[in-house]
């Protein structure tokens, strides 16, 4: 009977164990917002980081990057921007599909941009699009932007997600990505 106990316990233990190491959403404080978000992987695989908040010109930029340190995925990070406007703004997938068109001119001439005609963040309408190396033919990155609290074409914060994590990654952190105002 006491080998059964043992047994018993040993096995929860490293049950226990299995589901502290797997994946759990996280969160991340940036002033007037909260993130929330699940990069399904084990926690303690990435680091988060948090910049001070930049008052532009019409808006203020909250910048949130989440950093891989795990040695297998070298330097793998996914950076958000909020763009809060402080009032209400054109969200429309028009002014959505701008916004990436000008983040995308960048890479044009290095790689070839692949836009995701369907796509959604936070179960929010968004824009996408995949940089695809054009020697490798492997993707580099991802980019979406949409609105976290836009309803219909109008709302007062912009998101911006650019990626260099892998795909699956990626789509789990794009999936479970939750920016709400406190």
């Avoid at 995701?116 to 695809?132: C, D, F, M, T």
Wanted: aromatic share 10%.
């Amino acid at each position: 009977m006491n080998l059964l106990k043992s047994f018993l316990v040993v096995t929860t233990l490293l049950f226990l164990t299995i589901l502290i190491a797997v994946a759990v959403p996280d969160k991340a404080d940036l002033g007037p917002f909260v993130a929330t978000f699940d990069m399904g992987v084990p926690a303690g695989s990435y680091q988060i980081e948090i910049n001070p908040p930049t008052q532009l010109k019409d808006h203020n930029d909250y910048w949130l990057r989440v950093e891989s340190n795990n040695g297998l995925l070298g330097k793998d990070f996914i950076d958000v921007y909020i763009d809060d406007y402080g009032k209400t703004i054109d969200v429309s997938t028009n002014r959505l599909n701008e916004i990436l068109s000008d983040d995308m001119d960048m890479w044009k001439s290095a790689a070839k941009i692949e836009y995701v005609p369907v796509a959604s963040v936070e179960g929010r309408p968004a824009v996408a699009a995949k940089v695809i190396n054009v020697t490798s033919g492997e993707t580099n990155s991802y980019e979406a932007v949409f609105s976290p609290d836009g309803v219909g074409n109008s709302g007062s914060i912009i998101s911006t997600i650019s990626s260099f994590y892998a795909e699956k990654e990626t789509n789990a952190f794009l999936e479970h990505l939750q920016i709400r105002r406190q």
